[in-house]
T-cell receptor
Framework: AQSVTQPDIHITVSEGASLELRCNYSYGATPYLFWYVQSPGQGLQLLLKYFSGDTLVQGIKGFEAEFKRSQSSFNLRKPSVHWSDAAEYFCAVGVRVGITGGGNKLTFGTGTQLKVEL | DGGITQSPKYLFRKEGQNVTLSCEQNLNHDAMYWYRQDPGQGLRLIYYSQIVNDFQKGDIAEGYSVSREKKESFPLTVTSAQKNPTAFYLC????????????????FGNGTRLTVT
């Protein structure tokens, strides 16, 4: 079965500093990988996704992530953090539901809570 | 605007009562999902549906039931058999047909916080 590990439960960075959130996955086939962000009491918003091709993926809000198959990792990065980036971040791996379609079942990590110091 | 609507945002129930959470989408998505979120545990899949009148159990289906009578709607019932129902419940949808569905992201509603006392 697939699994996702986010080793950092909490991370605090200063505004303007760079950010890297770690994500490791376990899945037997080529993974579909996603990063989502969640503000308190809200749903999840997609930041970016990877399914094939270029291993460096650009997302919204200035985020990027790099897929490294040899390390089973999909770390999220941002060069300069803004106070509004404070939120919880979830990494997820997608599993095909059906042979000819049917969508994705996502398995999520436990999340990383980001705090930004002004 | 297209999206997913979950209602109500907050729900309070007494122990032993069944309660139904609403989820409606106007994105014309075939697939719909219910996740449960608890602090420190991430999101766990309760049920999912690929198409109308069909649904499958996820990882933690015990104590829950769903129906999918319309493409737009996927209500979740939390029954009295669910031992620890207090949680934040998230509904999602995605493109559910065709090869593009494999990497299509899930779109989430804003959740319903259920408190059972």
């Amino acid at each position: 079965a697939q699994s996702v590990t986010q080793p950092d439960i909490h991370i605090t960075v200063s505004e303007g500093a760079s950010l890297e959130l770690r994500c490791n996955y376990s899945y037997g086939a080529t993974p579909y990988l996603f990063w989502y962000v969640q503000s308190p009491g809200q749903g999840l918003q997609l930041l970016l996704k990877y399914f094939s091709g270029d291993t460096l993926v650009q997302g919204i809000k200035g985020f990027e992530a790099e897929f490294k198959r040899s390390q089973s990792s999909f770390n999220l990065r941002k060069p300069s953090v803004h106070w509004s980036d404070a939120a919880e971040y979830f990494c997820a791996v997608g599993v095909r539901v059906g042979i000819t379609g049917g969508g994705n079942k996502l398995t999520f990590g436990t999340g990383t809570q980001l705090k930004v110091e002004l | 605007d297209g999206g997913i609507t979950q209602s109500p945002k907050y729900l309070f129930r007494k122990e032993g009562q069944n309660v139904t959470l609403s989820c409606e989408q106007n994105l014309n998505h075939d697939a719909m999902y219910w996740y449960r979120q608890d602090p420190g545990q991430g999101l766990r899949l309760i049920y999912y549906s690929q198409i109308v009148n069909d649904f499958q159990k996820g990882d933690i289906a015990e104590g829950y039931s769903v129906s999918r009578e319309k493409k737009e709607s996927f209500p979740l019932t939390v029954t009295s058999a669910q031992k620890n129902p207090t949680a934040f419940y998230l509904c999602a949808s995605s493109i559910g047909s065709g090869r593009s569905s494999y990497n299509s992201p899930l779109h989430f509603g804003n959740g319903t916080r259920l408190t059972v006392t």
